[in-house]
């Protein structure tokens, strides 16, 4: 995409708006110009049935928080060794995946394995593409199950699978439940850091794990 170029963003199916944003919003000045201008316009969305998360500005909820997701006490950086401070998680899916700006360039990461990677765009054009193609984020085929189902995935939510992503299972086996969107990236952060170090192909057998509640 040129710079000439201007993205286009089609939000279809909004689940969330967040409220506007206030004047003596400090956090404003430390956001790049583009992810800035968007949030003083609209403060953040849940577009596409839930697929796709853009957090906003403003502490409640905290689910919807950057300042809590960029610089809180459960922040992403600290969650996921891969994730530097200054990496500004904008953005989530409905399965906890994580999208950060780095340099003005988008980053991926996967919650379920605790890795980041480039994606070579910027955040418009991101955002671009999401609008125009949802099911292309990575593991949407999650949410189109849970909604052929005939659930709806709620503000605040987010999809906890079991057996987990990462394993090799059949996908028709796999269950899936809406729970606290807070408490499942904790849950993904603290089973990343135990699988990270693994090889393909390695076997993991869960013992004492306590897995997250539907709040």
Not at 93 to 110: A, F, P
Not at 128 to 144: I, K, M
């Amino acid at each position: 995409m040129s710079e000439d170029e201007v993205p286009v963003l089609q939000l279809t199916d909004l689940t969330y708006l967040g409220e506007p944003v206030q004047d003596d919003a400090a956090i404003l000045n430390e956001l790049p110009e583009d992810l800035r201008n968007g949030l003083t316009q609209v403060n953040g969305f849940i577009a596409f049935h839930g697929a796709f998360h853009l957090r906003g500005v403003g502490n409640v909820p905290e689910w919807h928080s950057l300042e809590a997701a960029w610089k809180g006490e459960h922040s992403i950086a600290k969650l996921f060794p891969a994730v530097d401070a200054r990496d500004i998680p904008f953005g989530q899916d409905s399965v906890g995946n994580q999208y950060l700006l780095r340099d003005g360039k988008v980053l991926h990461l996967s919650a379920h394995w605790g890795k980041v990677e480039p994606l070579e765009i910027g955040l418009l054009e991101f955002l671009a593409r999401t609008s125009q193609a949802p099911e292309g984020l990575f593991d949407a085929w999650v949410l189109t199950r849970f909604r052929k189902d005939g659930h709806t995935l709620e503000p605040g939510k987010l999809l906890n699978c079991y057996p987990p992503l990462w394993a090799k299972a059949d996908p028709a086996a796999l269950s899936i439940r809406a729970i606290s969107a807070l408490e499942h990236v904790r849950f993904l952060a603290h089973v990343a850091r135990q699988i990270s170090h693994l090889p393909d192909g390695a076997k993991v057998k869960f013992k004492g794990v306590n897995l997250p509640v539907n709040r």
